[in-house]
């Protein structure tokens, strides 16, 4: 089942594109590390997490797009750190996927939220090369053994 988003997500666009115009004029400056790009468009989200009780589809409208995230439009909130699998779709036809984690989602009218994803490794091709996803976090990078560390003597 792939539920819809809001009634007009056209309009929608519009008025976010409106409003970052005006945001740029008043000098309103940004931390991102990357540009954004304008990217105007369809996407499917679904569920990919472990702990998913059922799968869930979601059919959401691309606002724009990074070197290492989204930004769309949907039809309900979607869970801060919640792992889904956006697959973009042109005229129909799915031209490619990626794992996604949410990283916001506001409301910014009646039933429509806008949200931003940051791509990431998918979960299950984590549990394949022997690591638990949960047990990734900021703080454990002393526990990485560095690359060269499989190299031949005097070679790292």
């Known amino acids: 089942m792939v539920l819809s988003t809001s009634p007009d997500p056209h ?8 409003a ?9 400056t940004t931390k991102r ?3 954004r790009h304008s990217l105007r468009g369809e996407a499917i989200l679904q569920t990919i997490e472990d702990a998913s009780v059922e799968m869930r589809t979601l059919r959401v409208q691309l606002r724009d797009i990074s070197l290492t995230g989204i930004g769309f439009v949907s039809g ?6 919640s792992v889904w699998r956006v697959t973009f779709v042109v005229r129909n036809v799915t031209m490619g996927q990626h794992a996604l984690t949410i990283r916001h989602s506001r409301r910014i009218d009646h039933g429509t939220y806008l949200s931003g994803g940051q791509f990431c490794i998918e979960p299950g091709l984590l549990h394949v090369m022997g690591v638990d996803p ?3 976090n900021r703080d ?7 690359s060269n560390a499989f190299l031949p003597e005097g070679r790292g």
């Open 76 to 81: 309900e909130p979607l869970p801060a750190g």
């Open 134 to 136: 949960a047990m990734l």
């Open 20 to 28: 970052e115009r005006r945001s740029a004029s008043d000098g309103f």
């Open 33 to 35: 590390q990357f540009a």
């Open 140 to 146: 454990d990078d002393g526990d990485f053994v560095e």
């Open 11 to 18: 309009a929608v666009l519009a008025a976010l594109s409106d």
